[in-house]
């Protein structure tokens, strides 16, 4: 079927093979390439497909890649510019998210490769290296780049992606801290009640109000969790950690910790956020 074909494009890239070796068992292909990219090529004309696809291809030619020194230290330097400051909200702690962590995208090394990257000559090689570098960066984004032979609007395009995900991550850091340090307020908070009311306990000042009130707290958090504004993943979720919730023992230390965190995600501006988010990824 023709979904089952490899899709083709009509613009791709002549490369070099480095080194060729088989992949490790966990990975899903047989065989790990290193290569190296060498120049755009166009696709003009499929010569034969048997026993494997042969091309005949031209070298596209870069419009307004030979415009004047002053322009493109302009661009560059605004790429430049937004790539320094994407690297230090990478390197900031906080940032990296699990699905990153411990990946190339997420160490030092993919920090080293975008540091190489802003030595870049020119504005058009930089701004291709970068798209092959950026996290997210899907595999549609780079073939969009790749297509994009007007190198002032390949720079500016690449130049938004690098200023669009250092805004994501900025986002992320700012969400990240508030949640630890609401996390941490609301566990102060328990241990300072249970001090109490087992100092109450102790000196018989205790009462039968402590059951109501911890039934009417459960009964409001039930019901501002069921009202928020999640989205349908973290209400999912949320709904999950509430049935663990209520199996949990009160006395148990999990009990107050899947508490303080059901409470920090109800406080969470969730409608604020998706509207600063939609808002922000304009490219």
């Not at 042969?54 to 560059?76: K, Q, Y």
């Not at 190489?116 to 930089?126: M, R, V, Y």
């Not at 630890?180 to 018989?204: P, V």
């Amino acid at each position: 079927s023709k979904s089952d074909e490899p899709q083709v494009h009509s613009i791709g890239c002549a490369v070099r093979i480095i080194r060729l070796g088989r992949a490790r068992k966990s990975d899903k292909f047989k065989y790990s390439m290193l290569i190296r990219g060498l120049h755009r090529i166009k696709l003009e004309r499929v010569s034969c497909t048997d026993p494997f696809p042969v091309a005949d291809v031209s070298l596209p030619v870069d419009m307004r890649g030979l415009g004047s020194s002053e322009m493109n230290e302009v661009m560059g330097e605004k790429l430049r510019s937004a790539l320094k400051n994407f690297l230090a909200t990478l390197r900031s702690d906080g940032v990296a998210d699990a699905e990153s962590k411990g990946t190339a995208r997420g160490s030092m090394f993919f920090s080293r490769l975008l540091v190489d990257a802003l030595k870049s000559s020119t504005p058009g090689i930089l701004a291709d290296t970068v798209a092959g570098l950026l996290p997210k960066a899907s595999l549609e984004v780079q073939q969009k780049v790749l297509e994009q032979l007007d190198v002032v609007e390949r720079v500016e395009y690449v130049t938004s992606l690098v200023l669009s995900q250092t805004a994501e991550m900025e986002v992320l850091k700012s969400v990240n801290s508030k949640v630890a340090t609401d996390l941490a307020a609301q566990q102060r908070k328990f241990y300072l009640r249970q001090q109490l009311q087992a100092i109450q306990k102790e000196l018989g000042e205790g009462d039968n109000s402590t059951g109501d009130e911890d039934d009417d707290d459960m009964a409001k958090l039930v019901t501002a969790l069921e009202t928020a504004s999640f989205p349908p993943a973290v209400h999912d979720a949320a709904m999950r950690d509430l049935k663990r919730l209520r199996r949990t023992p009160p006395q148990s230390p999990e009990h107050s910790t899947i508490r303080n965190y059901l409470e920090v995600l109800v406080d969470m501006p969730w409608k604020a956020t998706e509207r600063h988010t939609d808002g922000g990824g304009g490219g």
